[in-house]
């Protein structure tokens, strides 16, 4: 597994906590079943391009070797990957309209995620970059609660249904996290503003210091202490299957900040020009295809070009 | 009327054709009647700022004093603006639905303008930077016809009734300007592609060199022979009318690069921040109140926030 080449090299380990299920999905461009996908799986293998990663998870009893092995292949440390074999791994079946975007949940199966606990392997509790991937928020707090490190960066990311079922266990949790990431649907159901200033002024009164916003195809808003950083989607033109493409952002900005060992403003800004380069990968193909295929140097050039269509 | 000071100065005037008219607007925010709007009257104020600018349209028997006095402060050559007393000056009413994306026409009187042809007076034939403004592709043509400089820049606006009741024409005319500006559902309308990349490279081959998508909120996109520039909307907060917000950005475009006697890419990149700083004004406000109340310490302070929101 080839990494991303980082100037300063003094990476730590980023630990993930999220899904991992089988996909059934339906694009106007076609449609697949029992495809690897949920949340850790798409955030960690994004990861690992940059930094060590330690995937927390639950599968179930028809967990295939083969999309273990893809795992493996990525270095990504399955020690917190529980294997639950008295049910089958979580499944989610869904459908994208014409414009790619709104989707339609037409099917979801918790199975071995319904008892799930994370729990963390003792040598990872140690971790000073941890992102708290889409699960219910009381799971996520269950990971903050682990945690040694007095300074650990903790990124969230979410989804509407947690909003709408668990609101006071994400307004909780969100009191401890640094750097929250969201759609701008969600951010308009968790904060009633529909203009995006407003709303990442918002989101930052509730606890995060650092928080961005994505659009899809529209990029992305990065609000910080007195500042705001905007920058746009890669130019996508084979857009294939978006599931993922959220996961896969926060999972290499993450990787890309722990390979540095930093959170200021600055290398948070040159992460989210790689995270948007990562994630243009995962929604050219479905399931994590393309993404586990695309490579350091095709994610290195499409970088220079983000930077070429923004800079002046 | 005090000038964005750029630090070259071979200042080139702007010829401006367009519709100036009176609308009644309704928007969430409220609503307004009889306030002085069309392509002409924005864009001529916007390319004030910047350079000697030349307004080319008609007004009817009802056109106030003090509407032309509001052209005059800004320095306005008001030398090819006609007035037909035969008939009262074009209206138009709309209404804005609630996220200002969609909007309702309830009612267009041409008046005037249905027998409107713009004649260029002698003096102002030589121009060598001429913006289009939305009016009918006919018209448009009409001022190319009288041009005498060979090496004019040539910019192009349109609306979405043009390219449905008058394509061939429109088609026509694209075969003879420089650099189109275009939103993002016109430009699908146009071309049939959703995808602005692809419909970005599908303009370019209509005719214009240069090509610029807009996306309302989201920015804007350049399109240029072997690249593509991405820049965001300025950040506003206090979104009150969006009526003119694209003849603006294009007017300010343009007195821009007249200002600078340049049309490369780089100067259009600039010119684009500007646009974009200028057009923000318009929002804030109904009619062009806002624009030309707005002034040049503001325009400034607004390219240098979207600078910082935008360069690494």
């Not at 730590?12 to 694009?27: A, H, K, M, N, R």
């Not at 750097?179 to 002024?201: P, Q, R, Y």
């Not at 948070?268 to 193909?285: D, M, N, P, R």
């Amino acid at each position: 597994m080839q990494r991303v080449k980082l100037s300063e090299a003094d990476a730590q380990p980023v630990l993930i906590v999220g899904s991992v299920g089988y996909d059934d999905i339906e694009t106007p461009h076609g449609k697949d079943t029992r495809i690897l996908g949920g949340s850790a799986s798409y955030a960690c293998l994004a990861s690992s391009y940059f930094a060590p990663t330690r995937m927390v998870a639950v599968v179930g009893n028809d967990f295939s070797e083969a999309d273990r092995r893809r795992l493996d292949d990525h270095g990504i440390d399955t020690a917190g990957l529980q294997e639950d074999l008295s049910g089958p791994t979580f499944t989610w079946s869904g459908k994208y309209l014409d414009d790619f975007n709104d989707r339609e949940t037409l099917d979801i199966q918790l199975n071995v995620f319904e008892k799930f606990e994370p729990v963390l392997p003792d040598a990872q509790k140690d971790s000073r970059f941890v992102l708290l991937g889409n699960i219910h928020p009381g799971l996520q707090a269950h990971v903050l609660d682990q945690l040694v490190a007095e300074d650990a960066f903790v990124a969230v990311d979410t989804i509407d249904l947690w909003i709408t079922t668990a609101k006071p266990a994400f307004l909780e949790l969100l009191k401890r996290v640094d750097f929250l990431v969201i759609n701008d649907s969600e951010s308009e159901l968790l904060t009633g503003e529909s203009n995006i200033i407003k709303a990442g002024a918002a989101l930052r009164q509730l606890g995060p210091d650092k928080v961005v916003i994505k659009k899809g195809a529209h990029g992305a808003y990065f609000f910080y202490e007195n500042g705001l950083f905007a920058l746009p989607a890669y130019p996508v033109t084979e857009l294939r299957d978006p599931t993922g493409a959220g996961d896969t952002f926060l999972g290499a900005v993450m990787g890309m900040l722990a390979a540095l060992n930093k959170t200021d403003i600055d290398s948070i800004k040159q992460a989210l020009f790689y995270g948007t380069a990562v994630a243009s990968l995962t929604v050219e193909a479905f399931s994590c295809d393309r993404l586990e295929s695309g490579g350091v140097e095709t994610i290195e050039s499409r970088v220079k070009e983000l930077k070429q269509m923004t800079q002046l």
